[in-house]
């Protein structure tokens, strides 16, 4: 059974080639060349030519010549010497680049916990009937379309020390003295045990990322909530099962496939992330709250040491290998 | 089960309240409020809005100096040129670039197809701050630093991954019997591709493109390590480099200048919302 419309392209096709193809008894080169680039395993590599050279120089090759200057001493313009793991053993000293490895960490974790939680919230909202569905749906993606770094400074904006909007509201609403958000330490203490010691500072910078990111999470998880077949449902209400069942027993384990892929490219973006923190606070005060990616840039652009950059970016790949590898992994053991 | 239904309508109806509508509201308003503050803040003049006596929810004497600051006293203009044009021209280039690899790898059988697409999708998973050093590198050896054709170039590094595999995926949906009918009826491959596989790819060529315009409009750490001339400079950094002078905030003329920056591909976004969350969700739903 064939569609009316392609019906017709085909015919046009096939008319218009025996038009144009000649009679040769004798195969002229132009026709042994377009019979040669005709097998699947000449045009195959023929068509995917120009997207592979093109990340083999900008990609491939870029890889493994950071992988080398993060073994030399080179500098911005300076052709460096090879120094073997100097570098790496040298940032193991460096209380800077410890404390940017644990922010990695805790930055990722936590904005990763509960972007994940309220995309879940945002997409069980979503997955309900209410008026102005679909604008309220396009709204709630906006953060994630539009440039970060602009949006960014929008909460710079909100944070700023004395004219801060998020204090104001604090203030006129709740009687509640904010903090100065891009400066102040938090030592949140019950008894003489601190429970949560940190700066507002990465407070700050997790705020904006879990705004920026929970849309993504929600979108994808409602896009396999819809996929979710709703006889299932109704066959979990005929056998009694209540929606707090439904959702543990149905929809949490049918969208772990999503979830994987989700968290995966989240997780990469996250502890790759470099704009936020470049624009709230550069990695200050004092350097505290650096990211691999900002402090990768300072050490190399403003400071010169290429090599040493590319020794703090490189520190990233493990880690980053480690959550592909146990993310596909987990995703091959489903199929 | 009907007549239970009627009864506890009012409760039913508040209930629906509690669990939906405020939580909805809730959420737009968090997701919306610094947008909103965004333009609020490009509306007044610096005397209101330095004003610590006001109130900074509302505008008094709305007016535009904030944009007129921007679009005569900056480069601002320039910026937007070069934005669209870098945008315009790695989404062209990816776009090309992934439909023939992602129909190769949907469609033909040859030595270390499986591997070579297996390598693509893990390109896509290189996050661009793990290379912007080696690639300052590379540009620089190529004579590319200070123009836009460095980015023209590298910004497809991140576009042609996603788009290959996304096209594959479109690629695959369609079935394989349109185009052996045409390849029996003696047309070659690439007519095949061009003439019926590409013109039922439309929707999934329209994702590519609009979601590979969008990154590379919003890219940040490229634009900034490879362009040091303020004339060349993209909105991104643009903004956010040349407007901030010394510790001085202009945070009126920032905010129409973040406002600019975001709105195009907002509107963008609100025309082709379909496509976007498609082709945004493609790799999630789908694997």
Redesign the interface.
Known sequence: MRARPSTIIIMALSQEQSATLPLAVKPTLRARFDEWIEQERVLGYVLLGPALILLLIFVGYPFLFGAYISLTNAGIGRAGQFIGLQNFTDLLDDPIFRQTVANSFLYTIVTTIVKLALGMVMALLLNQTFPLKRFVRAAVLLPWIVPTVLSTLAWLWMFDSTYSVINWLLQNYFHFQGPIWLSDRLNLKLGDISLVKTTWPMISIMIVNIWRGTPFYGISLLAGMQTIPHELYEAAIVDGANSWHRFWRITLPLLRHVISIVLLLSIILTLADFQIVYVLTRGGPANSTHLFATYAFQVAVPSTELGLGAAVSMYMFPILAVVVFFTLLSLRRED | MQASLTQVKPRALASRFII??I??AL??A???F??Y??VI?SLKTDGE??N?KNN??VVLQPALIQFQRLLNDTLFPRWITNTLLVSIASTALSL???A??G???AR????G?TA?GWA?F??Y??????????????VSALHLQNTLWSLI??Y??FL??FG?WMLIGYFKSIPR??EE??LV???????AMT??ILPLALPGLLSVGIFSF?LS??E??YA??FLSDATIKT??VG??SELIRGDS?F?GE??A??LL??IP??II??FF?EY??SG??A???K?
């Open positions: 939906t509508y939580p909805i959420m737009l968090v997701t919306l610094p947008f503050w965004m803040t809005l330095y610590l900074p929810l090309v670039f992934s023939l690899a129909y190769s790898l033909m059988r040859y030595r197809a070579i693509i893990i390109t998973l290189v996050p661009p701050t793990l290379l912007f050093l080696p690639l300052l590198g590379v170039l590298v497809p590094t042609i991954p290959t019997e349109l009918s045409a009826d003696g047309a070659t491959r690439m007519q003439r019926i969008t409009w919003n940040f750490i900034l390590v909105i991104p903004v956010t905030f945070w920032l905010m200048g973040a920056g975001s591909v907002a976004y609100s919302v976007f969350v945004l969700t790799g999630a739903v694997g």
